[in-house]
């Protein structure tokens, strides 16, 4: 009979462990460890995500029950202090350095979106986690509640997210917006939480598209005539101008054909279609779905520490899980969805069967789980 590696074990396979060691260098504070090592601390943590431990004590107790199957992993012997201080103490740039290296691979797969547009597609939003003020006190927010703001892009070639920033709750996200360096030649979709007409005007002068909801008291006046409708659901097409800038934009009143409701949307773009126009802000409900999910699935609404870098290290490494997850479901071909594949592992994760077999169709022949396609770094 054939000798497999737990589930556990070949997922952290496919992180090369010298590429890793190498991070761990670059990126440490203070004192040789002793015992302990950034990657004892990445599987824990990892181990937290995928099985959803509530707390140190938790996760802990968990990681000692399966004994020998740890070792196995090139752990250490994980106590809940020494977890607790690597996660106050060391940089959480190890795992955003990380997340990057494991995002160019992921993107090397990803399937393309499905409009004209040649560009990039990035969808922008922000989502709010409550916590409490008297634990983690500089969370600011209100006087008497505390919270995070996570600002995330995601990208419409297979909704990765292509980055992540975490500011207070309080922090408008059109500052972090502003801030951004969005590559030339993409479209930026975003909600009426960003209006900024200053802003609208740098896009488009860097070349960047932009597609969003225009505000019902915008002032917004057309200028110029109007163009013929592409569908009987176009209702408007024109070019405007917005109070106090010179820059023209255009604006595409659209009615949805299922709900009957009327939305006015803003662009740059004088290629897009009008219809599409619409279609790639409906796209922009994706990182809604997003929000939803890794609130739901992964462990980013409540923390094993209260530091900010503590935080960010959680958040890092759930986002490292995201982009695994992803990236088995591209590889494999899953038509299922990230949230089957979560629970597959979940239920099998200490199990000793081939990774391929969880994932592939049953008519499928089998594929080696070690198949160097499979490796995520080079």
């Known amino acids: 009979m054939a000798h497999y590696n737990t589930i556990l074990n070949q997922i952290a396979s496919f992180l090369p462990r010298h590429d890793f060691e190498k991070l761990a260098q670059k990126h440490h504070q203070g004192h040789k460890f002793r015992s302990y090592s ?20 938790d996760l802990v107790s968990n ?12 752990m250490k012997q994980t106590s809940r202090t020494t977890l607790a201080r690597v996660n106050e103490q060391q940089p959480h740039e190890l795992y955003q350095e990380m997340f990057f290296k494991l995002l160019r691979t992921c993107e090397e797969h990803a399937p393309k979106h499905r409009f004209k547009f040649k560009g990039k597609i990035l969808l922008l939003d922000a989502t709010t986690i409550n916590l409490c003020l008297t634990v983690f006190p500089w969370a600011t927010y209100r006087k008497t509640k505390g919270a995070i703001k996570l600002n995330f892009g995601l990208d419409a070639d297979g909704y990765l997210p292509v980055f992540m920033d975490m500011t207070e709750g309080k922090r408008h996200e059109i500052e972090l917006a502003r801030a951004l360096k969005l590559p030339a030649g993409s479209c930026v979709v975003f909600d009426r939480g960003y209006t900024d007409y200053s802003w609208y005007g740098d896009l488009d002068k860097s070349n960047i598209t932009f597609v969003t909801r225009l505000k019902s008291n915008s002032g917004a006046y057309q200028f110029g005539n109007r163009r013929k409708p592409d ?23 659209y009615v949805d054909p299922e709900t009957g409701k009327e939305y006015q949307f803003l662009t740059n773009s004088k290629k897009i279609k009008a219809s599409e126009v619409a279609a790639i802000y409906k796209e922009r409900w994706q990182i809604e779905l997003f929000f939803k999910w890794i609130k739901q699935n992964l462990k980013v609404r409540t923390f094993l520490g209260t530091s900010p870098n503590a ?68």
Not at 65 to 74: F, N, Q
Not at 231 to 251: I, M, S
Not at 354 to 377: F, I
Request: with cysteine.
């Open 231 to 253: 569908t009987e659901d176009v209702v408007l097409d024109c070019k405007v101008k917005l109070p106090g800038h010179q820059a023209t934009f255009r604006q595409v009143n």
């Open 63 to 74: 990681l000692a029950a399966k004994g020998k199957r740890i070792y196995h992993l090139g």
């Open 311 to 378: 935080v960010l290290t959680q958040l890092w490494i759930a986002l490292c899980v995201y982009l695994l997850l992803s990236y088995f479901k591209f590889m494999a071909k899953f038509r299922g969805s990230i949230s089957e594949i979560l629970r597959i592992l979940q239920l099998s994760l200490f199990e000793r069967r081939p990774l391929s077999d969880l994932l592939r169709p049953p008519d499928k022949v089998h594929q080696e789980t070690n198949s160097p396609q499979l490796l995520l770094w080079n």
């Open 38 to 57: 950034r990657w004892s601390q990445f599987m824990a943590m990892t181990v937290a995500q995928l099985t959803g431990r509530k707390s140190l004590r």
